[in-house]
């Protein structure tokens, strides 16, 4: 067993955990954290994505070890229904959530995508999200969400601001 | 709106307040937050982790198992085998079904006793401490096991010779359908066209896997939260386990997709066992490979299609032949085809029709509910066939189907009468229209083509089952108002739904209504979220018991504003006189008031749909479903001449879906659909050889993905004249079913090459366009 220290959605947390426990694993089963799920565990659906230090990876393909000292960010550290993220607001309006269990893994997928690219096309993304599997809406919804979530982070943004 | 020669311009009487709109869900917001917890998201202390011990082989006695190694691994508390099980069969009943007839009942073992039929079937389960111990344990099992001889297709299993899966042969169900005399009818045609198609094995895919967790209640109840379509399979665990039904209750919280594959019984019998025999809490969650090996999977059909047509393009005859692969177990197989066989002339007028089916037994894996529920098999063949006849005549395919459309009032080749608004020339003009003009090629080696192709789905339980609904809706004492009904949410917005029609009615805003669904001991059961029912069914009960707290609500607040009931309506959370709005009296002092008065706050309704006499096995002729959804759609593509590889370049779906309760939900259904759709003409098929799924993932089982998917044009038009709610119709099946041919016949377009064969894959099509080049 290994000691490790996470900071989760803005909170540091400390466990022990197997060298061989995936972060998708010690997330759902130590830390509570089911926001993230578990669609295949072995990287070919998106489920499980979470930010670790900013970047949206699969959380069942990276050991909980490789995390010691990082930053991981799930959906639930996107935004509360109290001060939702301009993402999580737009696929409410839109309808962009079905039966939902990808959502989480879109989300922080696409808010990922939208730091690097504040200004997408439709098609760029598409591209974002290609790894995040859908079985439910067919992508369309969820794309005009995350574009209309991209207009209104760019105009809330103050002008001059680097992007 | 009398049939479909009229335009449908305008959307039917209106005045609705909620219905209609693209309210957010109440779902939506607990989903976007991440707080909505799933069947695997939640667990007990003392929980124990459940494996299921798998056959690995397709065709096999069990000579000898030995669980002795399994539970000396440290931490396995329990192994059960077949020998454990109170009463080792389930049996695919429709549940509730009121009419015992006999092709549809089928029984699957719990756990294999003598032989394994397939590779993936249950064998043994092991609880352990730990998920880690429970598949140690399960590796453990020893199973020795003695080859039997397999048999892999359909047509060979059908011969005498053949393997027998069961002792009275491998045939499980037989159907026709005869109307007129198809050789008189060919006899008449101009031109004959006759082809064979076959589709593939299909997952649901769902990106929710099976799973649950149960446990003990203190009332000695087994309590099962289960991600499932259908909580009434209490029943089934209870037969099982003999016990009254009243000791099981499910609870299906929100599902993570359905699409039919959570319909059967999945993990909550093996739930049942396992809590029956610990008494600890038990969670049990298929890894996505067992989702793949082993539950239920769309059948394969092979479909003979010969069609006779006039030289104007009107139809004469259909003789059809339709085999599906039942898998190593019936399940819902011998139903699966009766839809099959009722869907399969489509959306025509043909005056001489005669349809076999056959559904087989094999060592496959075993086929059952899919979205669609054998009307997508056909509608694959007979809108290829409509193209091909367009062909042949050198007719324009829309101008076939426009001659050959059903109207309201006509009836389809099984007897039953289209008693409700058909506007089928209408989705198919305006979805072909949606794709605007025709593309060019993006570059040299690349061609395009354009496709069509309608359907007519039904929606709603075969009538000669007896179906119901129930639902109860209260005003509570603070003025808001809950609605309890045992209806499973799969992601279709079943339960948003019902909260919009109960807003409609009570003028309560939807933010003050609360729902609890899914929970077979306290809602009132709904039926299962299946045959694209919930809408109709589980609607009109909330619309009757909303409905009756309405009239009510509006006595007593008459009584207290001295008016007549005929000046009371309810609006924005109280009850107020029309014509003097400032005389209103609030929801929360009505409920008080109602008390006061012994007036209930609650209604509980059931809605019984209009039942029927059984069908004339005989002659296929009889009313089997209670209405259908009419549909087109239409798609591009683009051919990659020198990989075979088709791009979709736009999808357009028309549908009359009678009334758009939630506009966002109908619109995700038929977005949903054609994305699935998709899957079905291009990428989709579980790879079987020998019982052996080449494809157990989701790296070599392809499900589309946002980069497969086009921007699906949806247009929704609504008649009013659907069955259920203000004349809503059911959209969730039929939402998938037209998208595969559509593409089919866009590709055929394009090339020149037709391929009867789904899904149309790369190296298929491209080996299809060789052999067609002249040598």
């Known amino acids: ?163 | 709106m009398s049939d479909g020669s009229a335009a449908p311009s305008t959307p039917g009487p209106g005045g609705f307040r909620i219905v209609g709109q693209r309210a957010p869900r109440p779902d939506a917001a607990d989903k976007v937050f991440g707080l909505t917890r799933y069947a695997d998201d939640f667990s007990m202390g003392g929980m124990l982790h459940a494996k299921v011990v798998r056959s690995p082989r397709p065709s096999a006695r069990i000579v000898r198992i030995d669980s002795t190694k399994a539970e000396a691994v440290p931490g396995v508390r329990c192994v059960l085998t077949a020998r454990d099980v109170p009463h080792n069969v389930l049996f695919s009943d429709v549940p509730g079904q009121t009419t015992t007839v006999g092709p549809l009942r089928a029984r699957t073992q719990v756990l294999a006793e003598e032989v394994v039929r397939f590779l993936g079937e249950p064998v043994a389960l092991v609880a352990a401490e730990t998920e880690e111990a429970a598949e140690e344990g399960a590796r453990r099992v020893t199973v020795e096991y003695a080859d039997l001889p397999g048999v892999f297709d359909p047509e060979t299993a059908m011969r005498p010779d053949a393997p027998r899966l069961e002792p009275t042969g491998n045939v499980i169900s037989r159907w026709k359908i005869r109307k007129g005399d198809v050789e008189a009818g060919f006899r008449e045609a101009d031109v004959v066209v006759e082809r064979s198609y076959r589709t593939p094995f299909v997952d649901h895919a769902f990106i929710e896997p099976e799973a649950g967790v149960a446990w003990l209640d203190e009332n000695g109840v087994i309590t099962i939260r289960v991600a499932t379509q259908v909580i009434e399979h209490f029943r089934d665990v209870a037969n099982v386990l003999g016990l009254p039904h009243s000791r099981v209750r499910i609870i299906a919280p929100y599902i993570g997709g359905g699409f039919g594959g959570k319909e059967d019984v999945t993990v909550e019998v093996f739930l049942g066992l396992l809590v029956w025999k610990t008494t600890r809490p038990i969670r049990l969650c298929y890894s996505r490979e067992e989702s793949i090996i082993s539950p239920t999977k769309r059948h394969p059909f092979i479909m003979r299609y010969k069609h006779g047509a006039r030289r104007d393009g009107t139809l004469v005859a259909v003789e059809v032949e339709l085999i599906s692969d039942a898998g190593a177990y019936a399940y819902l197989s011998p139903l699966t085809l009766l839809y099959g066989m009722v869907h399969a002339a489509g959306p025509y007028r043909i005056p001489h029709v005669k349809v076999d089916g056959v559904s087989v037994l094999t060592n496959n894996p075993p086929t059952s509910a899919f979205r669609g529920f054998g009307s997508a098999q056909p509608a694959f063949a007979y809108e290829s066939q409509m193209d091909e006849l367009a062909r042949a005549l050198g007719l324009d395919p829309l101008a076939v189907r426009e001659r050959n459309y059903l109207r309201k009032g006509e009836r389809l080749a099984s007897g039953q009468e289209l008693e409700t608004a058909v506007w089928l020339p209408e989705t198919a003009r305006r979805a072909w229209d949606a794709l605007g003009p025709p593309r060019a090629p993006s570059a040299p080696g690349k061609r395009v083509g354009r496709g069509i192709a309608s359907a007519l789905t039904s929606y709603g339980r075969i009538v000669w089952l007896h179906d119901w609904a129930s639902a109860w809706v209260e005003l509570q004492m603070d003025g808001t108002v809950l609605v309890r009904t045992g209806v499973p949410d799969i992601g279709g917005g079943q339960a948003a739904s019902l909260v919009q029609i109960t807003a409609e009615l009570l003028g309560v805003p939807q933010s003050d209504i609360a729902i609890h669904i899914g929970d077979s001991a306290l809602t009132p059961l709904a039926g299962t979220t299946t045959a694209t029912r919930q809408l109709y069914m589980s609607g009109s009960a909330v619309h009757k018991a909303a409905s009756e707290l309405r009239a009510t609500l509006i006595t007593q607040a008459a009584d207290l504003l001295a008016a007549s009931p005929d000046a009371v309506e309810l609006a924005d959370g109280a009850a107020v006189l029309r014509d003097a709005p400032d005389r209103q009296v609030a929801f929360r002092e009505l409920a008080v008031a109602c008390a006061r008065a012994h007036r209930p706050r609650s209604a509980f309704a059931i809605y019984q749909a209009p039942a029927g006499q059984v069908m004339d096995f005989e002659t296929g002729q009889g009313k089997v479903f209670p209405d259908f959804t009419f549909g087109s759609q239409a798609a591009d593509v683009e051919v990659d001449e020198a990989t075979g590889e088709v791009a979709v370049l736009a999808l357009a779906a028309c549908y009359d879906v009678g009334r758009a309760i939630n506009l966002n939900s109908v619109e995700g259904q038929m977005e949903g659909g054609a994305a699935m759709g998709l899957g079905y003409a291009l990428l989709e098929e579980d790879r079987v050889a020998e019982g052996v799924t080449l494809t157990p993932n989701l790296m070599t089982y392809l499900i589309p993905t946002a980069l497969d998917v086009p921007d699906v044009t949806t247009i929704v038009l609504e008649s009013g004249e659907g069955m259920g709610p203000w004349g809503a119709r059911g959209i969730g099946e039929p939402a998938m079913v037209p998208t595969a041919p559509a593409i089919a016949n866009a590709v055929r377009d394009a090339v020149g090459v037709r391929l009867t064969r789904l899904p149309i894959t790369p190296e298929r099509l491209w080996r299809a366009m060789q052999d067609a080049r002249p040598s």
Not at chain 1, 53 to 74: F, H, K, M, Y
């Open chain 1, 1 to 163: 067993m290994r000691s490790i220290e996470l900071m989760v959605n803005g909170t540091r947390v400390r466990t022990t955990v197997e060298p061989h426990e995936t972060l998708l694993g010690v997330l759902r089963q130590r830390l509570a954290a089911t926001e993230v799920k578990s669609g295949c565990e072995r990287g070919d659906c998106g489920a499980c994505a979470v930010l670790l230090d900013g970047r949206a990876i699969n959380s069942c393909l990276a050991l909980a070890v490789q995390a010691d000292g990082r930053a991981v960010t799930t959906v639930r550290g996107l935004g509360t229904p109290e001060t939702p993220h301009p993402l999580q607001t737009a696929f409410i309006e839109l309808g962009a959530a079905q039966c939902g269990i990808c959502i989480p893994g879109m989300l922080v997928t696409l808010y990922a995508a939208l730091q690097a690219h504040p200004d997408p096309s439709r098609q760029e993304i598409r591209e974002a999200i290609g790894g995040n599997l859908c079985r439910c809406t067919g992508y369309h919804k969820i794309v005009d969400a995350a574009l209309a979530a991209a207009r209104r982070l760019l105009e809330s943004r103050p002008a001059g601001a680097p992007s």
